[in-house]
């Protein structure tokens, strides 16, 4: 995982020449270079851990549109994070056919093991617990989203066995 750096969340941000390259090359494969607004958040967040305002005003500036469009389409996707996290997010879905096939004995064992329920962060920092909608591939729940990868059928087990790789 990348390196996260932390960003105050009331103060003006410099976005770096290497993020503002790569907003440049972003912009630059769309028509329409506000079409890359998505893809930039993203690239923020990466960099960032989660966006606060500042950044949005950074990003606004950079993608040369108004603000409230960015705070739109941030606070409208909840794949976007507007408080600090923990570096391994953690989501688990809690849609019917993983809820049917065991979604609810994890997310258990999240709060009875590593002390967190949906929403939360382990006290060192290092998990946030998410119960999210369908991941998708209902015939393998139950489902987790942990970082960019999927994994199911999961077990607490073999949940266990995942995070202590990560
Ligand atoms: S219901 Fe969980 S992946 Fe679809």
Request: hydrophobic share 40%; net charge negative; aromatic share 4%.
């Amino acid at each position: 995982m990348s390196e996260i750096v932390s960003a105050p969340a009331d103060q003006p941000v410099t976005l770096s020449e290497k993020t503002l390259g790569s907003i440049a090359e972003l912009r630059g494969r769309y028509e329409d270079p506000r079409a890359a607004l998505l893809p930039v958040l993203h690239v923020i967040q990466a960099e960032h851990g989660h966006l606060t305002l500042a950044l949005e005003r950074a990003v606004a500036d950079a993608m040369e549109m108004p603000l409230t469009k960015v705070h739109e389409v941030v606070s409208f996707y909840t794949l976007f994070r507007t408080e600090a996290e923990g570096k391994l997010q953690v989501c688990i879905c809690q849609t019917m056919s993983c809820m049917l096939r065991g979604a609810r004995e994890l997310l258990t064992h999240m709060r009875v093991k590593y002390g967190v329920g949906p929403g939360e962060t382990t006290a060192d920092g290092r998990l946030t617990v998410h119960a999210v909608e369908c991941l998708g591939n209902c015939e393998a729940g139950p489902m987790a989203q942990i970082g960019d990868d999927y994994f199911g059928p999961l077990t607490p087990e073999t949940l266990d066995e995942i995070l202590e790789k990560r």
